[in-house]
Each structure stands twice: as C-alpha cells, then as structure tokens.
C-alpha cells in the first residue's frame, strides 16, 4: 500500500518510482488522505487500485514547462496548443463574419472572399507570429512525455480505462482542476471509497501529510500496520456482521497514530469471552 500525498513535480521521477514499486512487487495500491496531484496522479497509474476518500484530489497530467522569461512559475504544456486552437477558431469565424457582410451589401462571392481573407490575416497575423515553433515542439515532446510513460505503466496495472491517459492529459481546462473520486472513476477502472482500517489510517494521516508537503524536502516512511479484528462478541452492535475478509466480526480499530489497536480474535473452540493466548 502506497499512501501519497504530493502537490506534482518531475514526471520523471515519478515514473521511476512508480517503475520501482512495480518491479519490487506483483502488485501495489494507493491510498490518497488528501491531495496528488500532476505527477503523483502518475505514479497512481502503476497501482492496481486507488483507495481515494472524499476529500481526495488527483490532477491531470498537462506537463508543466519552466517559463523562459521567468524565475520562477511554469506553463502548462497545453496552454500554446490552446492558443493555436483559440487562433484557428478565431480565423474562420473572422472569415465568415467579413464574407457574409460583404456579400450582404452586394459584392461578389470572388471579391468579397478575397477581401475577407486580407482583412483575416490583417488582424491575426501580428498574433500568431508571436508563435515559436520551436516552443511549440518543445511542448509537443513534453506532452508526449506524460502519454509514454502512463500507457508504459498501465501496461502492468492495467487501471486506465480506454482514453484514460489521453483524458488525463488533454482532457482538462487547467492544470489545477480538481478530479475527485467520482470523476477518477471515469478514467480508472477501480477506484473505491476506503473503509474500515484504510478510512481510519486515511482519516490519521491527512493532517500528516499536509504538513509535508509545504517542506521544501520529501518525506519518506517505510512502516507496517498490523490489523486483528477482534471477535463479534467485543465489536459494537453497528459494526456487528460480515467483515472485510468474509469472517464474522466488526472492522479493526486503529489508533491516531496509524497502528492497529484492537483485541485479538478468540481462538475456535473456546467459549465466548475468551481470549487468545
């Protein structure tokens, strides 16, 4: 179990630790206590399920690109596609807009196309000269970038449902856009709510996490959570019922500190009330 909280950063980096955690194990999920997002919602396609509670947030993968004329901030990889999509439409509803006057008032097809196509290109063309193609390949590669290492990682998880990737790139208006359980679920093919002992280490860990990620340094801890379900006889009478695993019983308790902290299960065979050795 990965629990992640991240506000983005290099996709490199997190391809190679969601390459890592795919090669250590068969298999790995995620729980996400609050915030993932950019290349964290990377690392999440190498998971085979996403555990995200209901103040969980993903973010799509727009590759953010360093501003040349800046020292610090950054630019979505989407924004100069966005602009050349927003000039195009532009150009052609100028077209129409000076083509359908012009023939209103009497002139020809032929003489109202060729003064609506100089009156075109007379307003557009001093802003998409501003334009660099070189900018703009540079941001092709690095869109291309989230697109090769996602479909890379769902070739092992196996979570990305169809247009799932290209969704996660493209797919949003900005780079900050929240996507939620419920919208998570149109591009993964399990994501759940989590319940019982993972709601509770969720719930123990958010304030945590939080607090790392305003740190300038990543913070990694490696731990084990030990989980007993005590029996059904010792479980509150709501919690009474089938638990997770199928077993007669309520769900483990756990403590603020993320540890399992119930009862042991009573031993079969022994009388109600008593305790395991």
Same mark, same amino acid.
């Given at each position: 179990?990965?629990?992640?909280?991240?506000?983005?950063?290099?996709?490199?980096?997190?391809?190679?630790?969601?390459?890592?955690?795919?090669?250590?194990?068969?298999?790995?999920?995620? @729980? #996400?206590?609050? *915030?993932?997002?950019?290349?964290?919602?990377?690392?999440?396609?190498? =998971?085979?399920? &996403?555990?995200? $509670?209901?103040?969980?947030?993903?973010?799509?993968?727009?590759?953010?690109?360093?501003?040349?004329?800046?020292?610090?901030?950054?630019?979505?990889?989407?924004?100069?596609?966005?602009?050349?999509?927003?000039?195009?439409?532009?150009?052609?509803?100028?077209?129409?807009?000076?083509?359908?006057?012009?023939?209103?008032?009497?002139?020809?097809?032929?003489?109202?196309?060729?003064?609506?196509?100089?009156?075109?290109?007379?307003?557009?063309?001093?802003?998409?000269?501003?334009?660099?193609?070189?900018?703009?390949?540079?941001?092709?590669?690095?869109?291309?970038?989230?697109?090769?290492?996602?479909?890379?990682?769902?070739?092992?998880?196996?979570?990305?449902?169809?247009?799932?990737?290209?969704? @996660? #790139?493209?797919? *949003?208006?900005?780079?900050?856009?929240?996507?939620?359980?419920?919208? =998570?679920?149109? &591009?993964?093919? $399990?994501?759940?709510?989590?319940?019982?002992?993972?709601?509770?280490?969720?719930?123990?860990?958010?304030?945590?996490?939080?607090?790392?990620?305003?740190?300038?340094?990543?913070?990694?801890?490696?731990?084990?959570?030990?989980?007993?379900?005590?029996?059904?006889?010792?479980?509150?009478?709501?919690?009474?019922?089938?638990?997770?695993?199928?077993?007669?019983?309520?769900?483990?308790?756990?403590?603020?500190?993320?540890?399992?902290?119930?009862?042991?299960?009573?031993?079969?065979?022994?009388?109600?009330?008593?305790?395991?050795?």
């Amino acid at each position: 179990m990965l629990v992640l909280a991240t506000p983005g950063g290099d996709p490199h980096a997190g391809f190679r630790i969601a390459r890592a955690l795919q090669h250590a194990y068969d298999t790995f999920e995620a @729980l #996400v206590p609050r *915030y993932c997002k950019s290349a964290g919602t990377l690392v999440l396609i190498g =998971a085979s399920r &996403i555990y995200l $509670d209901d103040m969980s947030e993903l973010g799509p993968l727009d590759v953010q690109v360093k501003k040349s004329d800046e020292l610090v901030g950054r630019n979505s990889g989407l924004d100069i596609f966005q602009a050349v999509n927003y000039l195009q439409g532009q150009a052609m509803n100028a077209f129409i807009s000076y083509l359908t006057e012009l023939t209103r008032n009497g002139l020809s097809t032929k003489v109202a196309s060729e003064i609506s196509t100089r009156l075109t290109i007379g307003v557009l063309d001093p802003i998409s000269a501003q334009l660099d193609p070189m900018k703009l390949a540079e941001m092709q590669r690095a869109t291309e970038i989230a697109f090769a290492y996602g479909n890379r990682l769902n070739e092992k998880s196996h979570n990305l449902r169809e247009g799932g990737i290209a969704k @996660l #790139v493209s797919g *949003y208006p900005s780079h900050g856009f929240v996507i939620d359980r419920k919208e =998570a679920k149109s &591009i993964f093919t $399990d994501v759940r709510r989590p319940h019982g002992v993972l709601s509770q280490l969720s719930e123990a860990l958010r304030a945590e996490t939080m607090a790392d990620m305003s740190g300038n340094t990543p913070k990694v801890t490696l731990g084990t959570l030990q989980v007993i379900f005590e029996g059904e006889e010792n479980a509150p009478a709501s919690d009474a019922g089938t638990g997770p695993e199928g077993n007669q019983g309520g769900e483990p308790e756990v403590d603020g500190s993320g540890e399992a902290n119930p009862a042991p299960p009573t031993p079969a065979g022994d009388p109600p009330g008593a305790e395991a050795a």
